[in-house]
């Protein structure tokens, strides 16, 4: 055991949650009640269902398969945004096309991302690594992040940290965040939204108002800031007040476990089944 | 870079063509055989329908390797393995999408990457509504529609997108350029022998790239009388007279879903995945050889276990809402 595993540990008070159990609880605690939100498939619709059965029953939850206020199954979350288990019990269904326009218009308060990779800027790349042109690394692509990152009112960026993810220059923006800092965002036509928070397994991060620079804001508990600085890739802002976050709780993780279909039937009152 | 340097983008022609064409309201059922070998050509932007493994026209794509095409290009804003059997065989030179991989835990898509890292196919990258924008505005008749998609990103610059100023406001917007495709496949749950579809559940971009599409050959689960399309005419999102070709095809996506009908079964993606595993592009080679080897879809199927197909139709029939 290392010294942070050992430190965490203690920190949340013998529960010893998984590093992405942590973040997904952290990314949860930032939505809500009331919002509409822009969610991608695994931690971003965990996150979403935890918050709506805890604190956030009337967050309206969007796929991009154009689904609006979809309805979430213990054990049943979709493997993909364009499936039947997405669909179902959903309020509307409309066009792929007409979710990311309703994006456009400024309906979505929150946009929920994964990367592969960050910048300093929150720029985030999901479409290759080494040479655009010839890379080392084709991966997916942006699906619908680009219009995410460009058009809902934030977005939240949830993602392991690690020194290969957090790098000075992403090798492709796919999605923009604060491009070169200071203005640049504005100055490329993009008026709106933005990387608003970055949810990770050791800290929560946000942007320096003037620079746009990433700045660290709280550690997750048991981390220090130097785990933080030996996990980025660039000079973080690091403010002289750095917060802690609240320790998982027990019912959170018992209940995230069971929206993932990890644990059969784990609460103790009232009718899980229904949202 | 112009908009016109992209295939597809020019909606004019597509627009003369269709006062030229018209498709009148005729019987257009016909087999997969015959719908392919009349609308599908060589070097055609082929734009297919749904996204990622729902409502995929699995059954007009394996024609298509039944009666082989070259320097195809491939248009779909999520893109599955079914892109991937064009790649490895040599049909497709190109592939315009947003996003490509597999699903169900099978994580990236190991044939393209294969074939992108060594520069041996054309890909093109755009944002989601970038391409649902491009649908859309070839659904429209107009050759561009603004939108902030793909600003500032490398993306929008890659493609070399041009702005465009809003004569109002003066307001600079990313001028996204049509995609009218040379033929666009997409399967529905129920259509007329004419051609008026409705879609269950999600349409995608459907909608748009039926009316986009220079020739439209559709697959169905049911032909029906027009009589019961005018119980829930809502729901009819293609007319008739967009369509060249009707195909009743019965699990025509199989095996990915269709909404109301069957789920997508994880067994087959696995055995193209094992194959792709074992043997790279070679093993994607050798599940079309073995698939093109039916003469046709319902033949396919009948290797199939009849058991695992019924329990896909039991259990998304069992999810429908009541």
Same mark, same amino acid.
């Given at each position: 055991?290392?010294?942070?595993?050992?430190?965490?540990?203690?920190?949340?008070?013998?529960?010893?949650?998984?590093?992405?159990?942590?973040?997904?609880?952290?990314?949860?605690?930032?939505?809500?009640?009331?919002?509409?939100?822009?969610?991608?498939?695994?931690?971003?619709?965990?996150?979403?269902?935890?918050?709506?059965?805890?604190?956030?029953?009337?967050?309206?939850?969007?796929?991009?398969?154009?689904?609006?206020?979809?309805?979430?199954?213990?054990?049943?979350?979709?493997?993909?945004?364009?499936?039947?288990?997405?669909?179902?019990?959903?309020?509307?269904?409309?066009?792929?096309?007409?979710?990311?326009?309703?994006?456009?218009?400024?309906?979505?308060?929150?946009?929920?991302?994964?990367?592969?990779?960050?910048?300093?800027?929150?720029?985030?790349?999901?479409?290759?690594?080494?040479?655009?042109?010839?890379?080392?690394?084709?991966?997916?692509?942006?699906?619908?992040?680009?219009?995410?990152?460009?058009?809902?009112?934030?977005?939240?960026?949830?993602?392991?940290?690690?020194?290969?993810?957090?790098?000075?220059?992403?090798?492709?923006?796919?999605?923009?965040?604060?491009?070169?800092?200071?203005?640049?965002?504005?100055?490329?036509?993009?008026?709106?939204?933005?990387?608003?928070?970055?949810?990770?397994?050791?800290?929560?991060?946000?942007?320096?108002?003037?620079?746009?620079?990433?700045?660290?804001?709280?550690?997750?508990?048991?981390?220090?800031?130097?785990?933080?600085?030996?996990?980025?890739?660039?000079?973080?802002?690091?403010?002289?007040?750095?917060?802690?976050?609240?320790?998982?709780?027990?019912?959170?993780?018992?209940?995230?476990?069971?929206?993932?279909?990890?644990?059969?039937?784990?609460?103790?009152?009232?009718?899980?089944?229904?949202? | 870079?112009?908009?016109?340097?992209?295939?597809?983008?020019?909606?004019?022609?597509?627009?003369?063509?269709?006062?030229?064409?018209?498709?009148?309201?005729?019987?257009?059922?016909?087999?997969?055989?015959?719908?392919?070998?009349?609308?599908?050509?060589?070097?055609?932007?082929?734009?297919?329908?749904?996204?990622?493994?729902?409502?995929?026209?699995?059954?007009?794509?394996?024609?298509?390797?039944?009666?082989?095409?070259?320097?195809?290009?491939?248009?779909?804003?999520?893109?599955?393995?079914?892109?991937?059997?064009?790649?490895?065989? *040599?049909?497709?030179?190109?592939?315009?999408?947003?996003?490509?991989?597999?699903?169900?835990?099978?994580?990236?898509?190991?044939?393209?990457?294969?074939?992108?890292?060594?520069?041996?196919?054309?890909?093109?990258?755009?944002?989601?509504? *970038?391409?649902?924008?491009?649908?859309?505005?070839?659904?429209? *008749?107009?050759?561009?529609?603004?939108?902030?998609?793909?600003?500032?990103?490398?993306?929008?610059?890659?493609?070399?997108?041009?702005?465009?100023?809003?004569?109002?406001?003066?307001?600079?917007?990313?001028?996204?350029?049509?995609?009218?495709?040379?033929?666009?496949?997409?399967?529905?749950?129920?259509?007329?022998?004419?051609?008026?579809?409705?879609?269950?559940?999600?349409?995608?971009?459907?909608?748009?790239?039926?009316?986009?599409?220079?020739?439209?050959?559709?697959?169905?689960?049911?032909?029906?009388?027009?009589?019961?399309?005018?119980?829930?005419?809502?729901?009819?999102?293609?007319?008739?007279?967009?369509?060249?070709?009707?195909?009743?095809?019965?699990?025509?996506?199989?095996?990915?879903?269709?909404?109301?009908?069957?789920?997508?079964?994880?067994?087959?993606?696995?055995?193209?995945?094992?194959?792709?595993?074992?043997?790279?592009?070679? *093993?994607?080679?050798?599940?079309?050889?073995?698939?093109?080897?039916?003469?046709?879809?319902?033949?396919?199927?009948?290797?199939?276990?009849?058991?695992?197909?019924?329990?896909?139709?039991?259990?998304?029939?069992?999810?429908?809402?009541?």
């Amino acid at each position: 055991m290392t010294a942070l595993s050992e430190r965490r540990v203690a920190a949340h008070q013998g529960l010893d949650p998984r590093p992405d159990e942590v973040m997904t609880i952290s990314a949860s605690r930032l939505l809500e009640d009331g919002k509409v939100m822009f969610a991608g498939i695994g931690q971003p619709l965990v996150a979403a269902a935890l918050a709506r059965r805890r604190h956030a029953p009337n967050l309206t939850v969007i796929l991009e398969g154009g689904m609006v206020g979809i309805h979430l199954m213990p054990g049943e979350l979709p493997d993909s945004t364009n499936e039947m288990r997405a669909a179902i019990g959903a309020e509307m269904l409309t066009s792929a096309t007409d979710i990311f326009l309703m994006a456009q218009r400024g309906f979505f308060d929150y946009g929920f991302l994964g990367v592969a990779q960050v910048d300093m800027f929150g720029n985030v790349n999901t479409s290759l690594i080494g040479d655009p042109s010839r890379p080392s690394v084709r991966l997916p692509g942006p699906g619908g992040a680009n219009d995410i990152l460009s058009m809902c009112n934030e977005t939240v960026i949830v993602t392991n940290h690690e020194p290969r993810r957090f790098v000075e220059r992403v090798d492709w923006v796919t999605s923009p965040g604060f491009l070169s800092g200071g203005d640049s965002r504005r100055e490329a036509g993009l008026r709106h939204g933005g990387p608003s928070w970055v949810v990770t397994d050791l800290a929560l991060l946000d942007f320096e108002d003037e620079t746009r620079r990433m700045r660290l804001r709280s550690l997750q508990p048991g981390v220090e800031v130097h785990d933080v600085v030996a996990a980025t890739g660039f000079e973080l802002i690091i403010p002289e007040e750095v917060g802690v976050l609240d320790p998982v709780t027990e019912p959170e993780l018992t209940l995230m476990r069971h929206l993932n279909g990890e644990t059969a039937s784990p609460i103790e009152n009232g009718d899980h089944r229904a949202e | 870079m112009t908009a016109l340097a992209f295939p597809g983008a020019d909606t004019v022609a597509a627009r003369e063509e269709l006062e030229r064409e018209r498709r009148p309201r005729l019987d257009k059922t016909m087999s997969a055989a015959e719908a392919i070998r009349r609308f599908v050509c060589d070097a055609d932007v082929i734009a297919v329908g749904g996204t990622n493994h729902a409502r995929t026209p699995m059954a007009l794509l394996a024609e298509v390797l039944r009666q082989g095409r070259s320097e195809l290009s491939l248009a779909r804003p999520l893109t599955c393995f079914e892109a991937e059997l064009f790649i490895a065989t *040599g049909m497709a030179a190109k592939v315009v999408t947003s996003w490509v991989g597999i699903g169900h835990g099978w994580g990236l898509a190991r044939v393209l990457r294969e074939y992108v890292e060594s520069g041996r196919i054309d890909y093109e990258e755009w944002s989601h509504l *970038g391409l649902g924008l491009r649908y859309k505005a070839g659904a429209m *008749g107009v050759p561009f529609l603004p939108s902030y998609t793909m600003m500032g990103s490398d993306l929008g610059r890659r493609l070399e997108l041009a702005g465009v100023v809003c004569p109002y406001t003066g307001q600079t917007l990313y001028a996204v350029p049509s995609l009218n495709p040379d033929v666009a496949l997409i399967h529905v749950q129920r259509a007329d022998i004419y051609g008026n579809a409705q879609i269950d559940g999600y349409e995608l971009m459907d909608a748009d790239v039926a009316r986009a599409a220079r020739r439209l050959v559709i697959s169905t689960e049911e032909i029906v009388d027009t009589d019961s399309l005018r119980l829930d005419p809502s729901r009819t999102t293609i007319p008739g007279f967009a369509v060249d070709a009707v195909v009743l095809q019965p699990l025509g996506a199989y095996p990915h879903e269709c909404y109301g009908h069957y789920l997508a079964d994880e067994e087959a993606f696995s055995s193209y995945m094992d194959a792709v595993r074992a043997g790279g592009s070679k *093993g994607a080679r050798e599940y079309v050889k073995a698939l093109v080897a039916y003469p046709d879809h319902d033949s396919f199927l009948a290797s199939v276990s009849q058991a695992r197909i019924q329990k896909l139709t039991e259990d998304a029939k069992g999810m429908m809402p009541r």
